[in-house]
């Protein structure tokens, strides 16, 4: 089953003058359970990829549909509900909220979906406990490291039983053991849980984990590898 | 406590310093206002206090026509009449009668024209401080003898003591001559100088025999319990008097109707100090507008990150807006409770204004001035602190509706 649905997606730039081809007409499908990796060198579309599947960004042309439900014609509220129930996010600086302990940040997604005090703070801390941040919960993201800080960031993402997660170069800033670490623990995730997880990167370590590699140069799917 | 309180008390502490400097300029505008409406509220109660218990009361009874011509012949024909209504109003304090005559008033070296004012001496000080105002010589004995009591300005102008005699020669009612001698029997300074420049005031009855007044006076004037009860009584006093069949329909003035400078340089001095208070209050809007732009651009990565999550505009907005009120409520509350103590404090103790005594006097206020908190002073500028910094903080607020969460989280 196809958890994304890319469908001939343009997206063009303006950038001073200059009109930039970010997608010229990308169509992609992933599957539930997909382990995948949208790979290439900077200002090759992957990131803006990334982000229209996410519902952060329109394209210009083309469509998305992410669990079955198309973004044509959504409003940015509708597209807001859609993140906030099927899309969890990874970002490259973690971009915790600095005010909020480990698990308050982690608790958010749930208190936006409305669930009740006990029950979102009992499913953050299991959530944090399988990311390996037991008895960390009080702690605010300034008295994290890098990679305890990511770790918290999947907790965040994956707490709520998104249909995807998008991950945007999630190992860029942690070192190679700390990066190798959270990619082990998505990869777990993946497979004991069914999390489908989507990342953006040019890491080879993290092109090596993914089970799909999906190329992309100049706005274009150069190349689809199933491993 | 729900997360967006505790967020937005959070987020308003993690710039400590930019937090107090706020809050203190909220909190400084915020006193200023609460103490110098206070000031400006006991100045003019101690305005109207002065010119009502020198002279003018709260309200008087005339004859219609009296207050703007001040003919002889419009006058009060049955005055105990009135006295008799007056003592059934619970909320009247006392009252007196006065008639009064424009006259040459002459000493052996000089001559000068004045308003002679002919006073019950034992109903009178019941209704003016004038008797405690007279620094040389003694109070009128009796309501028959033919002696004055004398501003202080005007015996200078006139070169009289005590124990002087002065000549009276004007128009009676009837349109006879008018004349008399009295003797100077005390000199009163009442700090107001027009008054003691222009102020004569002999027993009534010596009045009214020596004016031909036929028992008639030109005011009843009265003193009502408080400030706050005279609108009640003048109300009373009009509906009592209207069945009344004189000569001259009676009409009943408060004192804002008697004396209408007093109430328009009261009005000028508001408008004046409103004005102040409107650029003080606007420059604390800035202050907020500043640290809450300032807030808007640090955080629109994080905002833009909350979007990516799913928390839609108008949660950021909300979180924005109770850190604005949190932060302006804190500012407000420290304002309200050092503005309340410097005005209690000097309401109690006064503040010295001796070196513009010579332009207080023309106020009719002496040398110590005094504040008076209330519930108007309290709250007035605060609450305009806070509906204005809150319009302000709106529109950073409103800046967050306006964000693209792709464009927020890449925001440098």
Same mark, same amino acid.
């Given at each position: 089953?196809?958890?994304?649905?890319?469908?001939?997606?343009?997206?063009?730039?303006?950038?001073?003058?200059?009109?930039?081809?970010?997608?010229?007409?990308?169509?992609?499908?992933?599957?539930?359970?997909?382990?995948? $990796?949208?790979?290439?060198?900077?200002?090759?579309?992957?990131?803006?990829?990334?982000?229209?599947?996410?519902?952060?960004?329109?394209?210009?042309?083309?469509?998305?549909?992410?669990?079955?439900?198309?973004?044509?014609?959504?409003?940015? $509220?509708?597209?807001?509900?859609?993140?906030?129930?099927?899309?969890?996010?990874?970002?490259?600086?973690?971009?915790?909220?600095?005010?909020?302990?480990?698990?308050?940040?982690?608790?958010?997604?749930?208190?936006?979906?409305?669930?009740?005090?006990?029950?979102?703070?009992?499913?953050?801390?299991? +959530?944090?406990?399988? +990311?390996?941040?037991?008895?960390?919960?009080?702690?605010?993201?300034?008295?994290?490291?890098?990679?305890?800080?990511?770790?918290?960031?999947?907790?965040? $993402?994956?707490?709520?039983?998104?249909?995807?997660?998008?991950?945007?170069?999630?190992?860029?800033?942690?070192?190679?053991?700390?990066?190798?670490?959270?990619?082990?623990?998505?990869?777990?995730?993946?497979?004991?849980?069914?999390?489908?997880?989507?990342?953006?990167?040019?890491?080879?370590?993290?092109?090596?984990?993914?089970?799909?590699?999906?190329?992309?140069?100049?706005?274009?799917?150069?190349?689809?590898?199933?491993? | 406590?729900?997360?967006?309180?505790?967020?937005?008390?959070?987020?308003?502490?993690?710039?400590?310093?930019?937090?107090?400097?706020?809050?203190?300029?909220?909190?400084?505008?915020?006193?200023?206002?609460?103490?110098?409406?206070?000031?400006?509220?006991?100045?003019?109660?101690?305005?109207?206090?002065?010119?009502?218990?020198?002279?003018?009361?709260?309200?008087? &009874? =005339?004859?219609?026509?009296?207050?703007?011509?001040?003919?002889?012949?419009?006058?009060?024909?049955?005055?105990?009449?009135?006295?008799?209504?007056?003592?059934?109003?619970?909320?009247?304090?006392?009252?007196?009668?006065?008639?009064?005559?424009?006259?040459?008033?002459?000493?052996?070296?000089?001559?000068?024209?004045?308003?002679?004012?002919?006073?019950?001496?034992?109903?009178?000080? !019941?209704?003016?401080?004038?008797?405690?105002?007279?620094?040389?010589?003694?109070?009128?004995?009796?309501?028959?003898?033919?002696?004055?009591?004398?501003?202080?300005?005007?015996?200078?102008?006139?070169?009289?003591?005590?124990?002087?005699?002065?000549?009276?020669?004007? =128009?009676?009612?009837?349109?006879?001559?008018?004349?008399?001698?009295?003797?100077?029997?005390?000199?009163?300074?009442?700090?107001?100088?027009?008054?003691?420049?222009?102020?004569? !005031?002999?027993?009534?009855?010596?009045? =009214?025999?020596?004016?031909?007044?036929?028992?008639?006076?030109?005011?009843?004037?009265?003193?009502?319990?408080?400030?706050?009860?005279?609108?009640?009584?003048?109300?009373?006093?009009?509906?009592?008097?209207?069945? &009344?069949?004189?000569?001259?329909?009676?009409?009943?003035?408060?004192?804002?109707?008697?004396?209408?400078?007093?109430? !328009?340089?009261?009005?000028?001095?508001? &408008?004046?100090?409103?004005?102040?208070?409107?650029?003080?209050?606007?420059?604390?809007?800035?202050?907020?507008?500043?640290?809450?732009?300032?807030?808007?651009?640090?955080?629109?990565?994080?905002?833009?990150?909350?979007?990516?999550?799913?928390?839609?505009?108008?949660?950021?907005?909300?979180?924005?807006?109770?850190?604005?009120?949190?932060?302006?409520?804190?500012?407000?509350?420290?304002?309200?409770?050092?503005?309340?103590?410097?005005?209690?404090?000097? =309401?109690?103790?006064?503040?010295?204004?001796?070196?513009?005594?010579?332009?207080?006097?023309?106020?009719?206020?002496?040398?110590?001035?005094?504040?008076?908190?209330?519930?108007?002073?309290?709250?007035?500028?605060?609450?305009?602190?806070?509906?204005?910094?809150?319009?302000?903080?709106?529109?950073?607020?409103?800046?967050?509706?306006?964000?693209?969460?792709?464009?927020?989280?890449?925001?440098?």
């Amino acid at each position: 089953m196809n958890i994304v649905q890319v469908k001939e997606v343009k997206k063009t730039y303006i950038q001073g003058k200059v009109e930039v081809y970010a997608l010229r007409g990308v169509s992609l499908d992933i599957k539930k359970g997909g382990f995948a $990796a949208l790979a290439g060198p900077s200002g090759s579309g992957k990131t803006t990829l990334l982000n229209i599947i996410g519902g952060l960004d329109l394209p210009d042309s083309g469509d998305v549909a992410v669990d079955g439900s198309s973004f044509s014609g959504m409003s940015q $509220a509708d597209l807001a509900k859609m993140r906030l129930n099927k899309i969890g996010f990874v970002f490259q600086a973690y971009n915790l909220i600095p005010v909020l302990s480990a698990v308050e940040n982690v608790e958010f997604v749930m208190l936006l979906q409305g669930l009740d005090k006990v029950e979102r703070r009992q499913r953050a801390k299991d +959530v944090l406990d399988d +990311v390996g941040l037991e008895g960390k919960y009080d702690r605010r993201p300034a008295e994290l490291s890098g990679g305890q800080q990511q770790r918290v960031a999947v907790a965040r $993402a994956i707490v709520s039983n998104p249909s995807i997660v998008l991950a945007d170069e999630p190992t860029a800033n942690l070192d190679s053991k700390t990066g190798n670490g959270l990619l082990e623990m998505m990869k777990e995730m993946n497979e004991k849980k069914s999390v489908t997880f989507i990342f953006s990167t040019h890491d080879d370590m993290v092109m090596d984990y993914a089970r799909r590699l999906v190329q992309i140069r100049d706005g274009e799917i150069a190349d689809d590898i199933v491993k | 406590m729900p997360i967006d309180i505790t967020m937005a008390w959070r987020n308003i502490w993690r710039n400590p310093r930019r937090t107090l400097l706020t809050v203190a300029a909220i909190g400084f505008a915020s006193t200023a206002l609460v103490f110098m409406l206070s000031f400006q509220f006991g100045v003019y109660d101690t305005m109207i206090n002065s010119s009502v218990n020198i002279h003018a009361g709260h309200l008087q &009874i =005339q004859a219609k026509g009296y207050k703007e011509k001040m003919a002889m012949r419009y006058a009060v024909a049955d005055p105990v009449r009135m006295g008799n209504l007056l003592n059934g109003i619970d909320d009247v304090k006392s009252y007196t009668y006065r008639a009064e005559g424009f006259s040459m008033l002459s000493s052996s070296d000089r001559t000068y024209g004045v308003l002679v004012t002919g006073i019950d001496p034992d109903k009178e000080k !019941q209704v003016s401080t004038i008797k405690s105002l007279v620094r040389k010589g003694e109070y009128l004995s009796s309501s028959n003898a033919y002696e004055a009591l004398v501003g202080s300005l005007l015996a200078a102008n006139l070169k009289v003591g005590i124990g002087d005699e002065i000549t009276i020669l004007g =128009q009676a009612k009837d349109g006879s001559v008018a004349a008399s001698v009295v003797t100077v029997k005390g000199i009163f300074t009442s700090g107001i100088d027009e008054f003691d420049r222009s102020t004569v !005031q002999i027993p009534l009855k010596t009045f =009214q025999e020596v004016y031909s007044m036929d028992g008639a006076v030109h005011r009843v004037v009265v003193v009502c319990k408080s400030l706050k009860s005279v609108s009640m009584v003048k109300a009373a006093l009009a509906e009592d008097i209207s069945g &009344i069949d004189e000569k001259y329909e009676l009409k009943v003035f408060d004192w804002m109707e008697i004396m209408p400078g007093l109430l !328009q340089s009261i009005q000028m001095d508001l &408008i004046s100090g409103f004005i102040m208070y409107i650029i003080l209050v606007i420059v604390v809007a800035f202050s907020i507008l500043n640290t809450f732009l300032m807030a808007v651009f640090e955080r629109t990565r994080e905002f833009g990150v909350l979007m990516a999550i799913g928390a839609e505009p108008g949660r950021i907005m909300k979180l924005l807006l109770i850190e604005s009120i949190t932060m302006t409520s804190i500012g407000i509350f420290l304002g309200m409770a050092l503005g309340s103590v410097f005005s209690l404090y000097f =309401q109690k103790h006064g503040i010295d204004f001796t070196g513009a005594s010579e332009i207080m006097n023309q106020m009719g206020i002496s040398g110590l001035m005094y504040p008076k908190l209330t519930l108007l002073s309290l709250f007035t500028g605060p609450m305009a602190v806070l509906f204005i910094t809150s319009v302000a903080a709106l529109y950073p607020a409103l800046k967050v509706k306006s964000l693209r969460p792709v464009e927020a989280i890449s925001y440098n």
